[in-house]
T-cell receptor
Framework: DTEVTQTPKHLVMGMTNKKSLKCEQHMGHRAMYWYKQKAKKPPELMFVYSYEKLSINESVPSRFSPECPNSSLLNLHLHALQPEDSALYLC???????????FGPGTRLLVL | RKEVEQDPGPFNVPEGATVAFNCTYSNSASQSFFWYRQDCRKEPKLLMSVYSSGNEDGRFTAQLNRASQYISLLIRDSKLSDSATYLCGSTGGFKTIFGAGTRLFVKA
């Protein structure tokens, strides 16, 4: 089973709201990722967790706050977002950080 | 210079055609390479990993040239269902950088 699940599928939020995106995998992968993808652009790496520790933060604004409660779960907490943060947010996982990444279906976020 | 560069296309080809995509990368320390396929409003799905020895999966062949720092994807006998965006990716130090994607349209 190479499935990564993400909830919600769609999210509309105002600039003063607080919301969270969730990602789950049961493949025993030890690396998990958050990407942001704008239309007609490639996925851009935001965060990497390896063995439940934050390994990479690609200078992401603090209004995005990742959390890895355990090896299967990855959250992205959102607060005071801007309209330009509207995008597809993709979660991915890989066995060890170097191998194949498997993507979830994404959360399509609209910030009003 | 971008870390991973791809011709964005679009490539418009008839069914049955052979089409080739190239992708160059600048980080010589990159260790793993991949091709993903992404359909409109969907997530990227792994098409194949890329090795120096080359690998083939049905109509798809991928190749890595470390000396010239490029990877390639060859699609033979194109099908309508091959229409999608093809993303190349290179991984080093936990980071995967994707190219901008090459858009392919296969027409009847």
């Amino acid at each position: 089973d190479t499935e990564v699940t993400q909830t919600p599928k769609h999210l509309v939020m105002g600039m003063t709201n607080k919301k969270s995106l969730k990602c789950e995998q049961h493949m025993g992968h030890r690396a998990m990722y958050w990407y942001k993808q704008k239309a007609k652009k490639p996925p851009e790496l935001m965060f990497v967790y390896s063995y439940e520790k934050l390994s990479i933060n690609e200078s992401v604004p603090s209004r995005f706050s990742p959390e890895c409660p355990n090896s299967s779960l990855l959250n992205l907490h959102l607060h005071a977002l801007q309209p330009e943060d509207s995008a597809l947010y993709l979660c991915a996982s890989s066995q060890d950080g170097m191998g194949t990444q498997y993507f979830g279906p994404g959360t399509r976020l609209l910030v009003l | 210079r971008k870390e991973v560069e791809q011709d964005p296309g679009p490539f418009n080809v008839p069914e049955g055609a052979t089409v080739a995509f190239n992708c160059t990368y600048s980080n010589s320390a990159s260790q793993s390479f991949f091709w993903y396929r992404q359909d409109c409003r969907k997530e990227p799905k792994l098409l194949m990993s890329v090795y120096s020895s080359g690998n083939e999966d049905g109509r798809f062949t991928a190749q890595l040239n470390r000396a010239s720092q490029y990877i390639s994807l060859l699609i033979r006998d194109s099908k309508l269902s091959d229409s999608a965006t093809y993303l190349c990716g290179s991984t080093g130090g936990f980071k995967t950088i994707f190219g901008a994607g090459t858009r392919l349209f296969v027409k009847a």
